[in-house]
């Protein structure tokens, strides 16, 4: 199928796209990388009057170092977020988990930004940046707000952002050192979205973990930051780590859905697997030594 017919602005500065949203409000949908909007506007399930297209806001695709950690441009393409020297440094949890994100291909187009405005539960970004308590910020005709990530993702597909506002950044705050970071996932096909994914970010400090944060997707509405495991592992020295009962406590609160794919059984038994997999590689990464079984 074709799109509806729609006008196509390409406007050159922030404030110019600020000012067509404005203008267009509810009948506008913003274009970044494409690799969504433009199967829902060939699918006829976004029909939007005007498309605003950022391509032209040079000033949304870099990455910036601050003294707290990263910023990072919502134009930012994952394939350049992947080969960033920053992120690999800052945000070793996006780093370990943007290769996991589709294939090449949509990696060269696809933003971080889009990914994180789309809100899918089922994608990789959104759940990294829950983990992370990044901070997303948003400009519109009512000026520049900063949305901290547990509020930002309301619901399936559903943002804190208003129709009228921008995505422009999304700030990272740094790691201390002695940090690790691991992702992985399960799908059917390589590339594909996966049916669950778990990311882990581990900082041990005087021998203990003094931080963990643990993301997982495809598990509920909203992309999921595994609390109670979170409780379980923090205070913990690296060899005591009970992998298996931060997994069940964190079988025991998930609900996921079945589908076609795979059942809810399943998901909730593999997203158990999965946090036990990535917080031992982030613990082995941020200690240098292998994570043996309690
Ligand atoms: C074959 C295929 C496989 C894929 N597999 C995966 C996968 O495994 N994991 C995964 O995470 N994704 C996957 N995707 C989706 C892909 O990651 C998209 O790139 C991403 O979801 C959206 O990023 P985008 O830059 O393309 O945004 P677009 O498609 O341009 O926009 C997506 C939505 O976000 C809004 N938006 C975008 N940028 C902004 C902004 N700065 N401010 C406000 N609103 C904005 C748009 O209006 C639109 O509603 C796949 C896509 C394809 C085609």
Same mark, same amino acid.
């Given at each position: 199928?074709?799109?509806?017919? $729609?006008?196509?602005?390409?406007?050159?500065?922030?404030?110019?796209?600020?000012?067509?949203?404005?203008?267009?409000?509810?009948? &506008?949908?913003?274009?970044?990388?494409?690799?969504?909007?433009?199967?829902?506007?060939?699918?006829?399930?976004? =029909?939007?009057?005007?498309?605003?297209?950022?391509?032209?806001?040079? *000033?949304?695709?870099?990455?910036?170092?601050?003294?707290?950690?990263? *910023?990072?441009?919502?134009?930012?393409?994952?394939?350049?977020?992947?080969?960033?020297?920053?992120?690999?440094?800052?945000?070793?949890?996006? &780093? +370990? &988990?943007?290769?996991?994100?589709?294939?090449?291909?949509?990696?060269?187009?696809?933003?971080?930004?889009?990914?994180?405005?789309?809100?899918?539960?089922?994608?990789?970004?959104?759940?990294?940046?829950?983990?992370?308590?990044?901070?997303?910020?948003? +400009?519109?005709?009512?000026?520049?707000?900063?949305?901290?990530?547990?509020?930002?993702?309301?619901?399936?597909?559903? *943002?804190?952002?208003?129709?009228?506002?921008?995505?422009?950044?999304?700030?990272?705050?740094?790691?201390?050192?002695?940090? %690790?970071? +691991? $992702?992985?996932?399960?799908?059917?096909?390589?590339?594909?979205?996966?049916?669950?994914?778990?990311?882990?970010?581990?900082?041990?400090?005087?021998?203990?973990?003094?931080?963990?944060?643990?993301?997982? *997707?495809?598990? +509920?509405?909203?992309?999921?930051?595994?609390?109670?495991?979170?409780?379980?592992?923090?205070?913990?020295?690296?060899?005591?780590?009970?992998?298996?009962?931060?997994?069940?406590?964190?079988?025991?609160?998930?609900?996921?859905? %079945?589908?076609?794919?795979?059942?809810?059984?399943?998901?909730?038994?593999?997203?158990?697997?999965?946090?036990?997999?990535?917080?031992?590689?982030?613990?082995?990464?941020?200690?240098?030594?292998?994570? =043996? &079984?309690?």
């Amino acid at each position: 199928m074709k799109p509806i017919d $729609f006008h196509l602005h390409r406007p050159t500065t922030l404030a110019e796209a600020i000012a067509l949203l404005a203008e267009h409000g509810d009948d &506008a949908k913003v274009l970044a990388g494409g690799q969504s909007l433009l199967p829902l506007l060939n699918f006829r399930l976004a =029909r939007p009057e005007h498309v605003v297209d950022l391509g032209r806001l040079t *000033t949304l695709r870099t990455t910036r170092r601050t003294t707290d950690g990263l *910023t990072l441009g919502a134009m930012v393409t994952y394939a350049r977020a992947e080969a960033s020297r920053a992120v690999a440094e800052d945000a070793p949890l996006l &780093a +370990a &988990a943007l290769p996991f994100v589709a294939h090449k291909p949509v990696r060269a187009r696809g933003t971080v930004g889009g990914s994180i405005a789309h809100g899918d539960p089922a994608a990789e970004l959104p759940a990294v940046i829950r983990a992370l308590d990044a901070v997303m910020v948003a +400009a519109g005709p009512r000026g520049v707000r900063r949305i901290p990530a547990a509020e930002f993702f309301v619901g399936n597909l559903v *943002t804190a952002l208003e129709v009228d506002e921008i995505l422009t950044g999304i700030d990272v705050a740094r790691p201390a050192r002695g940090t %690790g970071a +691991a $992702f992985t996932e399960v799908g059917r096909r390589q590339g594909d979205f996966a049916l669950v994914g778990a990311g882990a970010q581990v900082t041990v400090a005087d021998g203990v973990v003094v931080d963990v944060r643990i993301a997982l *997707t495809g598990i +509920a509405g909203v992309p999921h930051r595994a609390t109670e495991a979170e409780t379980l592992l923090t205070g913990v020295p690296p060899a005591d780590l009970d992998l298996d009962a931060a997994a069940d406590a964190t079988r025991a609160v998930i609900a996921p859905s %079945g589908d076609l794919h795979a059942t809810a059984d399943y998901r909730r038994d593999v997203a158990g697997v999965l946090l036990g997999r990535v917080v031992a590689t982030a613990v082995e990464r941020a200690t240098g030594h292998a994570h =043996r &079984a309690a």
